[in-house]
């Protein structure tokens, strides 16, 4: 008997076909809308993905990115949480689904998953993707309002991935607050820029007003000492390109880089990591430049050099996002 294909190889497989009949330039013009929705600064109350054409363009060019933006924040998570596994989970505003992916790719084994969103173009396209996974069989494709009407049943894992930004300030408030409040565990990424950290500060604030202690990326769960505007904490993820990607929205890399922020929390304890590579470390003659959040709130910057031995060989394999030291050094 054949294995099942990991998720991530199942994703780009449904994908593969999701534009078949779609003329490129409609599909083009549809990718260039959405982003122009993506990256601008008015919510909206209304779905921003409207019709069949609208949902595969977006899951072609945007849902590749969101899976491993997402992969990344839970698998830091999971590594700060070994004990938890999360036995359901609810995606709010899930549209497509990436994150639901996500989740099977950090955890395995089946769970009752629910994604929730206004978008029943997005909810019928995701469904229709998830029938390439055996795992994803079981997920319910639910529409519903997501802001401050929303309510939520008990949980073990919340996901929030590129939403906040689609919502007004007292909407983003609401749904923190009913995510902390139905949610042993609530992971929140969203586009790795100055205003997307912003809403993440925002919503780490509340989740640790509710009780919930930082898992990751912070070593604490004390307040981000980056002062305001000065700076953002953001991450990366490279994303696989395939001919379809490059057929939406052009170029010839095989890859691009996904920049993200998150914060994952939990209401139960977590061992998070004592410091995390906060910048993409800088490697030069004989020593690597890291700059490092720490557990007592901080910003630093070590330099590792030959003379450290192991630790300078696991310095050069270090990368931007990883906790430090690795483990076992």
């Known amino acids: 008997m054949t294995a099942p294909a990991p998720p991530a190889e199942a994703l780009r497989a449904a994908l593969a076909g999701l534009l078949d009949g779609l003329p490129p330039r409609q599909a083009a013009q549809a990718v260039d809308r959405l982003i122009a929705s993506y990256r601008g600064a008015t919510p909206t109350d209304a779905p921003i993905l409207r019709d069949r054409a609208d949902v595969a363009a977006y899951a072609a060019y945007r849902m590749p990115a969101t899976f491993e933006a997402v992969r990344a924040a839970l698998a830091a998570f999971a590594a700060a949480a070994p004990g938890f596994t999360p036995g359901d989970h609810v995606d709010l505003g899930g549209g497509t689904g990436a994150a639901t992916w996500a989740v099977a790719a950090t955890w395995d084994g089946p769970r009752a998953s629910t994604v929730l969103d206004w978008s029943e173009p997005a909810l019928a396209l995701g469904r229709e993707i998830a029938a390439a996974d055996p795992e994803l069989s079981g997920v319910r494709w639910q529409r519903a309002r997501i802001g401050a009407a929303l309510t939520l049943a008990e949980t073990d894992l919340v996901t929030v991935s590129y939403v906040l930004n689609e919502l007004t300030a007292p909407d983003r408030a609401a749904l923190v607050e009913a995510a902390a409040a139905a949610a042993r565990a ?144």
């Open 186 to 329: 609530v992971v929140v990424v969203e586009p790795g820029t100055p205003d997307g950290y912003a809403r993440i500060i925002e919503a780490r604030d509340r989740l640790t007003a509710a009780g919930f202690h930082v898992a990751a990326p912070c070593p604490h769960s004390a307040a981000c000492p980056i002062a305001p505007g000065s700076d953002w904490c953001h991450f990366s993820a490279r994303v696989s390109r395939s001919s379809l990607h490059r057929q939406v929205k052009g170029g010839s890399l095989a890859y691009e880089d996904e920049k993200f922020s998150y914060v994952a929390a939990a209401r139960f304890p977590v061992a998070p990591a004592a410091h995390r590579v906060i910048r993409r470390p800088q490697i030069r003659k004989g020593q690597v430049l890291l700059d490092l959040c720490e557990t007592e709130p901080a910003l630093t910057r070590t330099t590792v050099t030959k003379r450290h031995g192991d630790l300078y060989r696991a310095a050069r394999d270090t990368d931007w996002g990883d906790p430090w030291p690795p483990a076992g050094e």
